[in-house]
């Protein structure tokens, strides 16, 4: 159990980076609470395309982002083997241009440590029948799959078993100041219409692409550009290994199997509101035609929904939102001339999520004056099903 003692971190957000930050605090013996508007996973983390990376979707072009994304992809095996798919990718090239493509691929494989193998076409369509017959060729490489609530509460429900509190449908309206720093929030129960503070030596925003809200009631700014990506799921699972497109990122460019159903993803687009985002029909129609591509059965898929969510990437100057890197930051506003107190981590992906918690706790330790190593790398979490126990 927690330490009665020890500084009390409260942690806005509870999709993947607070859940695994929540995690993170809780094992340095810290006292933790987390505070999540809505249900659990219920943001950005629970409206994705379910993807573990293998980090091949950047290896070209965010060589530091596909060096994340396999170094937690294989951490996260170990820790939460249950909560995971393994069944690995394909890289598929369509046409020439594609071909072209995939020595840079293989090279960008092997300078970000990325285990790739090429497998010849026949390979290929034994493994994935449904593919496009025409295909030229195929790499495999560790992608997964995850379920998004259930990667979250495997964090959850580790970090209670060490001390921590978890407050769902509990919305933070304001920051509580004492003199310039922060020292609590005031949250707004949704299941009881109640009002309360809640008192903390200091706040993590882990809020993603709602991160700019948070960071703006402490009088700060941070660098992050909600950018929208359209996902249309279709009501079969007509591919085991995820499906990727063999090319520098873009729209429909990838097929991931979740239980039983294949989502076709992504665009990108800047937004505004995160909580407002329209889905254009051009944009699902844009989908299905490139997922078409990769497997010309899915023109048989009964569309069985369609989403669209916001990323909380970093901006970068003069730089299109589809190339924006996709490592992540910690943002410590008493160093940046802020308000002191809070911290704000940005940036990454579900599947670097321990990875930015790792950091953002560091962070947290050495505001507080805390002597505690990460532990998240080797500590195996408890399942999913012991959240509610």
């Not at 170094?71 to 090239?93: Q, S, Y």
């Not at 030229?136 to 580790?158: H, I, M, N, Y």
């Not at 929904?305 to 930051?329: C, H, K, Q, W, Y």
Request: with cysteine.
């Amino acid at each position: 159990m927690g330490n009665s003692s020890a500084p009390h971190v409260l942690v806005i957000g509870a999709g993947s980076t607070g859940s695994a930050t929540a995690h993170d605090l809780a094992l340095r013996g810290l006292r933790v609470t987390v505070v999540e508007r809505g249900e659990i996973a219920s943001g950005t983390t629970g409206r994705n395309h379910c993807l573990l990376h293998s980090g091949g979707r950047y290896c070209v072009n965010d060589k530091e982002g596909a060096t994340e994304c396999i170094e937690e992809n294989l951490i996260l095996r170990r820790i939460m083997p249950h909560a995971l798919e393994m069944n690995d990718g394909l890289f598929v090239a369509l046409d020439e241009e594609d071909y072209a493509f995939k020595e840079k691929f293989l090279a960008g494989c092997e300078e970000c440590h990325i285990p790739a193998r090429e497998i010849s076409v026949a390979d290929a369509l034994k493994l994935e029948p449904f593919l496009n017959p025409n295909i030229k060729a195929a790499v495999q490489v560790p992608d997964g799959v995850f379920e998004p609530w259930r990667f979250c509460t495997s964090f959850l429900a580790t970090a209670k078993r060490n001390g921590a509190t978890i407050h769902n449908f509990t919305e933070v309206t304001d920051l509580v100041f004492q003199g310039s720093a922060v020292a609590g929030v005031k949250v707004f129960k949704h299941r009881t219409g109640k009002t309360e503070t809640i008192g903390a030596d200091l706040i993590v925003n882990a809020t993603g692409a709602w991160a700019g809200t948070v960071a703006a009631m402490a009088k700060v700014d941070v660098p992050v550009v909600p950018t929208a990506g359209v996902m249309v799921t279709l009501g079969k699972r007509f591919n085991n290994m995820v499906i990727n497109r063999m090319h520098k990122p873009h729209d429909g460019d990838i097929v991931v199997p979740v239980r039983n159903t294949s989502i076709i993803g992504t665009t990108s687009w800047r937004v505004t509101k995160p909580d407002a985002i329209e889905i254009p029909q051009d944009q699902i129609d844009k989908m299905m035609q490139a997922g078409e591509l990769l497997m010309p059965v899915l023109k048989e898929g009964r569309q069985r929904g369609v989403m669209a969510v916001a990323r909380p990437l970093i901006a970068s100057a003069n730089v299109d939102a589809r190339d924006f890197s996709r490592t992540f930051e910690a943002f410590n506003h008493r160093k940046q001339g802020g308000a002191a107190g809070v911290i704000t981590i940005l940036g990454g992906k579900t599947t670097t999520a321990r990875g930015m918690a790792e950091k953002v706790s560091d962070e947290v330790c050495a505001e507080l004056g805390v002597t505690a190593v990460c532990k998240t790398r080797e500590t195996p979490l408890a399942s999913y099903r012991m959240f509610y126990n």
